[in-house]
């Protein structure tokens, strides 16, 4: 009671998260009523986005919106997806904590034997499969910020463009012969990667990603428990295959990355 977020699967008497269903704190809801949608950063009292904190019109599914994964057949592309993970996989001084320890996994050892047994990286990665997302909704949702942002970005002259590994040349056309929409740089649009298990995949691609589950995915844990997330609340990509591998979850023989698309505006380096 008081999630108010879709299951994971869509499915009625399920939960949305591990986190619901272990019975973990509720994030908070948008402060604005009718709206439902989880605080931008899983705090009471704030909004869900700008949209809503300055009165804009609330968004709602058309009657004739669709969603529907489809898997890829298309060589060219697959072949693109595949130079990608190439080019994004950083073959040396590439292990972080959240990758665990050899022995005991994630999450289940203290840092030292962690440290002192690291997991190994992977030294390639192959594409086995690509699905392509159609969500009439999340696409109509995400371009009209796409354009509120670019407004932005087009009248602050401090809007640089800052390009990343994952898209950059050619990656920045990635899937044209599939009818994808090229990059815009103005506003520092990218692709980047976020690693999770299958379900939460599919939950990605139906309902977009959810801020106030930040922290409850694969991350590294505090005696097994969700912590506050490195940098903040907030919705977590990389631009190295090599990194968000570390978050991906096997489904079967298979592990899967969601590749989203992502609209970094004037973005704060650290």
Request: with cysteine; proline share 6%.
């Amino acid at each position: 009671p008081g999630c108010g977020k879709p299951t994971w699967n869509g499915q009625s008497n399920e939960f949305c998260s591990r986190t619901c269903r272990s019975g973990g704190p509720v994030a908070a809801l948008c402060a604005r009523a009718g709206c439902g949608r989880p605080t931008w950063n899983g705090q009471p009292g704030e909004f869900c986005s700008r949209t809503c904190k300055n009165g804009g019109v609330l968004s709602q599914a058309l009657p004739d919106d669709t969603h529907f994964l489809e898997e890829v057949d298309d060589q060219k592309f697959l072949k693109e997806v595949q130079a990608l993970l190439m080019a994004t996989h950083k073959a040396s001084n590439n292990w972080t904590r959240d990758r665990g320890c050899s022995k005991h996994g994630r999450n289940n050892c203290s840092d030292v034997c962690v440290m002192s047994n690291q997991a190994a990286v992977p030294q390639g990665y192959r594409v086995a499969a690509v699905e392509k997302n159609y969500n009439t909704y999340l696409w109509r949702e995400y371009t009209r910020a796409r354009a509120a942002i670019l407004e932005d970005c087009s009248a602050n002259s401090a809007c640089s463009i800052h390009p990343v590994a994952s898209s950059r040349p050619p990656f920045d056309v990635l899937g044209q012969s599939i009818g994808v929409e090229p990059l815009i740089a103005e506003c520092n649009e990218w692709f980047l990667l976020h690693g999770t298990d299958r379900h939460a995949c599919e939950g990605i691609c139906r309902s977009g990603i959810q801020i106030g589950m930040a922290g409850s995915g694969a991350t590294f844990k505090l005696q097994g428990r969700p912590k506050r997330p490195l940098y903040g609340w907030g919705a977590y990509f990389a631009e190295m295959i090599t990194k968000s591998d570390e978050y991906a979850r096997p489904w079967g023989d298979r592990f899967c990355v969601v590749l989203c698309r992502v609209v970094g505006g004037a973005p704060l380096l650290v």
